[in-house]
C-alpha cells in the first residue's frame, strides 16, 4: 500500500503562524504542519503524553533536551513526555511535517488559538495571541513552557553540526537510488519465478491474492517514474488504475521497474520536489517510501509463492533506518499492520518485519 490523503476527511486550521492539516481528527491523530522559515516554538514540555512527528520538508535545528541536531527531510523526531523541546525552520524554505499524537489535546490548542484555513497556504493576516490567552491554551493541553524560543544565531550553530539521521554512522550507506534499485532488483527474482498456477494464492496482505500484491508493485513503480519524472496526480489521471499486468505480468514488472529506476537515478531526481498524495515531498523521501515499499512486499510475495524469503542483510538494515522514524505514520495511515512483538533472540530481518506487522 502507499500513503494516500483522504481529502473528504481532513480538516485545516490557520494556527498562529502555521497551517494545521489534519488528515485523522480521532486518536492517534495525525496532523500534517507547514511553519514558515524561522518558526520556532518556546522551549516547552508535554506533561503526560508522547509527542512525535516526521519531518517530510525542510530543514529544522532542534532542541532536545541536552542535545542539539539538524534535522534534514526523512528525520524522525520523538519527544517524550518530560523532556524539555523546540526547533527552528532554517533556510529560505518553509518546514512540513507529520504530527502523530496519542490523544486530542493537540488538535483541541489548534482549535483553541486558530482558525479554519480559507486556503492550504500558511497565513499572513492572524491575529496577535496575547501571552495569558496563550499560556492558559498550552496549560489546558497539558503543555509547560520552559523557557524561549530557538534564536537564529542558535540555529545557525546547530545547523552545522551532523543531521540526526546521519550522526554517529561509521560506514558509507548507499544512496537512496541505488537502494531502491537493489529492491527492485531482489522483488523481481521472486516476480520471474511464480508459477502459473500461484497467481491466485493468498499472501500475508489479506486483502490481496499474488495478482493484485503484483499489480500493486507495477502501479507503485509506474507513479513512481511519473511523479519523480516532474507529472502530477491531475496529469496521470486514472490511466494508472485497473490491472496492469496484462498477460504477461513477468514483462510488467520488469518494464515499470526499469522506468521507475531510471526515474529516481536520474541527475537532481533526489533533491527534486514529488507531488505525491500526501506532500510535496523531495525524490530522496518518495524513493525511501518506494524502497520500502518493494522490499517488503517482496518478502510478502516468496511467502505466498514457497520461494526464499531471505532479504539481503543490507537492505534490511537500511530499510529499518527508513521504517522505524515513521513505524507510528505508517501504521495509523493503513500502510502496514499493528506492530508484532518478535521473540528476544530474533534477527534483524525478523525484527523489521515485526515492525510492520509480519509473522515470520
Given at each position: 500500500?502507499?500513503?494516500?490523503?483522504?481529502?473528504?476527511?481532513?480538516m485545516?486550521?490557520?494556527?498562529?503562524?502555521?497551517?494545521?492539516?489534519?488528515?485523522?481528527?480521532?486518536?492517534?491523530?495525525?496532523i500534517?504542519?507547514?511553519?514558515?522559515?524561522?518558526?520556532?516554538?518556546?522551549?516547552?514540555?508535554h506533561?503526560?503524553?508522547?509527542?512525535?512527528?516526521?519531518l517530510?520538508?525542510?530543514t529544522?535545528?532542534?532542541?532536545?533536551?541536552?542535545r542539539?541536531?539538524?534535522?534534514?527531510?526523512?528525520?524522525?523526531?520523538?519527544?517524550p513526555?518530560?523532556?524539555?523541546?523546540?526547533?527552528?525552520?532554517?533556510?529560505?524554505?518553509?518546514?512540513?511535517?507529520?504530527?502523530?499524537?496519542?490523544?486530542?489535546?493537540f488538535?483541541r490548542?489548534?482549535?483553541?488559538?486558530?482558525?479554519?484555513?480559507?486556503?492550504?497556504?500558511?497565513p499572513?493576516?492572524?491575529?496577535?495571541?496575547?501571552?495569558?490567552?496563550?499560556?492558559?491554551?498550552?496549560?489546558?493541553a497539558?503543555?509547560?513552557v520552559?523557557?524561549?524560543?530557538?534564536?537564529?544565531?542558535?540555529?545557525?550553530?546547530?545547523?552545522?553540526?551532523?543531521?540526526?539521521?546521519?550522526?554517529?554512522?561509521?560506514?558509507?550507506?548507499?544512496?537512496?537510488?541505488e537502494?531502491?534499485?537493489?529492491?527492485?532488483?531482489?522483488?523481481?527474482?521472486?516476480?520471474?519465478?511464480?508459477?502459473?498456477?500461484?497467481?491466485?494464492?493468498?499472501?500475508?496482505?489479506?486483502?490481496?491474492?499474488?495478482?493484485?500484491?503484483?499489480?500493486?508493485?507495477?502501479?507503485?513503480?509506474?507513479?513512481?517514474?511519473?511523479l519523480?519524472?516532474?507529472?502530477?496526480?491531475?496529469?496521470?489521471?486514472?490511466?494508472?488504475?485497473?490491472?496492469?499486468l496484462?498477460t504477461?505480468?513477468?514483462?510488467?514488472?520488469?518494464?515499470?521497474?526499469?522506468?521507475?529506476?531510471?526515474?529516481?537515478?536520474?541527475?537532481?531526481?533526489?533533491?527534486?520536489?514529488c507531488?505525491?498524495?500526501?506532500?510535496?515531498?523531495?525524490?530522496?523521501?518518495?524513493?525511501?517510501?518506494r524502497?520500502?515499499?518493494?522490499?517488503?512486499?517482496g518478502?510478502?510475495?516468496?511467502?505466498?509463492?514457497?520461494?526464499?524469503?531471505?532479504?539481503?542483510?543490507?537492505?534490511?538494515?537500511?530499510?529499518?533506518?527508513?521504517?522505524?522514524?515513521?513505524?507510528d505514520?505508517?501504521?495509523?495511515?493503513?500502510?502496514?499492520?499493528?506492530?508484532?512483538?518478535?521473540?528476544?533472540?530474533?534477527?534483524?530481518?525478523?525484527?523489521l518485519?515485526?515492525?510492520?506487522?509480519?509473522?515470520?
Amino acid at each position: 500500500m502507499t500513503l494516500t490523503d483522504t481529502n473528504a476527511a481532513t480538516m485545516a486550521y490557520w494556527f498562529l503562524d502555521t497551517l494545521a492539516v489534519v488528515h485523522s481528527p480521532a486518536p492517534p491523530l495525525v496532523i500534517e504542519m507547514t511553519i514558515p522559515p524561522g518558526g520556532s516554538p518556546p522551549l516547552h514540555v508535554h506533561q503526560g503524553l508522547d509527542d512525535s512527528s516526521y519531518l517530510l520538508d525542510g530543514t529544522l535545528a532542534v532542541r532536545f533536551g541536552e542535545r542539539t541536531f539538524r534535522a534534514d527531510p526523512g528525520t524522525y523526531l520523538p519527544q517524550p513526555a518530560g523532556v524539555p523541546h523546540t526547533f527552528r525552520v532554517t533556510g529560505s524554505r518553509a518546514a512540513r511535517m507529520l504530527v502523530v499524537h496519542a490523544d486530542d489535546s493537540f488538535l483541541r490548542l489548534i482549535q483553541s488559538l486558530g482558525i479554519p484555513a480559507r486556503s492550504r497556504a500558511l497565513p499572513t493576516d492572524m491575529p496577535q495571541v496575547s501571552p495569558e490567552e496563550l499560556q492558559r491554551a498550552l496549560r489546558d493541553a497539558g503543555v509547560s513552557v520552559v523557557g524561549p524560543s530557538m534564536t537564529a544565531e542558535e540555529a545557525e550553530a546547530i545547523a552545522l553540526t551532523p543531521t540526526a539521521s546521519r550522526a554517529g554512522r561509521g560506514a558509507a550507506v548507499p544512496d537512496m537510488a541505488e537502494l531502491h534499485r537493489r529492491a527492485l532488483e531482489a522483488t523481481g527474482i521472486i516476480v520471474a519465478n511464480v508459477a502459473p498456477s500461484q497467481w491466485t494464492a493468498p499472501t500475508p496482505c489479506a486483502a490481496w491474492d499474488v495478482h493484485a500484491l503484483v499489480n500493486h508493485l507495477v502501479a507503485g513503480n509506474l507513479w513512481a517514474a511519473e511523479l519523480a519524472g516532474g507529472r502530477t496526480a491531475e496529469q496521470v489521471g486514472d490511466r494508472l488504475d485497473g490491472d496492469l499486468l496484462g498477460t504477461d505480468p513477468r514483462r510488467a514488472y520488469d518494464a515499470s521497474a526499469a522506468g521507475a529506476n531510471a526515474a529516481f537515478a536520474a541527475p537532481g531526481a533526489l533533491e527534486t520536489p514529488c507531488a505525491v498524495s500526501y506532500g510535496p515531498v523531495s525524490g530522496a523521501v518518495y524513493a525511501s517510501h518506494r524502497f520500502l515499499d518493494v522490499l517488503i512486499h517482496g518478502w510478502d510475495l516468496a511467502v505466498a509463492t514457497g520461494q526464499d524469503t531471505m532479504l539481503d542483510p543490507a537492505l534490511v538494515d537500511a530499510c529499518h533506518e527508513v521504517a522505524a522514524p515513521q513505524a507510528d505514520v505508517l501504521r495509523v495511515s493503513g500502510v502496514f499492520g499493528d506492530r508484532i512483538e518478535p521473540p528476544g533472540s530474533s534477527d534483524a530481518q525478523a525484527r523489521l518485519l515485526a515492525m510492520l506487522g509480519r509473522r515470520t
